[in-house]
């Protein structure tokens, strides 16, 4: 079992910043691909980067060039550094870890609004 919390959300005008964290407890963190998922009002939830064990990335590419992705297994958190935020980036952002069908594991999420 993996518990995930997530922090670092919050309201940014747009062509900001903002870095979230989600700190993992309760196994081993290294051996889990890590993402970054995001959810807007009426949307479906969608990937925006992640990151395997071996530190290989993968970005939306809606995201690409703006956000990213790093982990620190030593601290059991990934990171998603967000910058030149954009009005359509405004979403509840959720941590994930992902081993196997049996070990996937979610946040409870982070609210970030890109507004003026």
């Known amino acids: 079992q993996v518990q995930l919390v997530e922090s670092g959300g919050g309201l940014v005008q747009p062509g900001g910043s903002l870095r979230l964290s989600c700190v993992a407890s309760g196994s081993i963190f290294s051996i889990y691909t890590m993402g970054w998922y995001r959810q807007a009002p009426g949307k479906q939830r969608e990937l925006v980067a992640s990151?395997?064990?071996?530190?290989?990335?993968n970005y939306a590419d809606s995201v690409q060039g703006r956000f990213t992705i790093d982990r620190n297994n030593a601290k059991n958190t990934v990171y998603l550094q967000m910058n030149s935020l954009k009005p359509e980036d405004t979403a509840v952002y959720y941590c994930n870890a992902f081993r196997n069908r049996f070990n996937d594991y979610w946040g409870q999420g982070t609210q970030v609004t890109v507004s003026s």
């Open positions: 990151i395997s064990t071996g530190g290989s990335t």
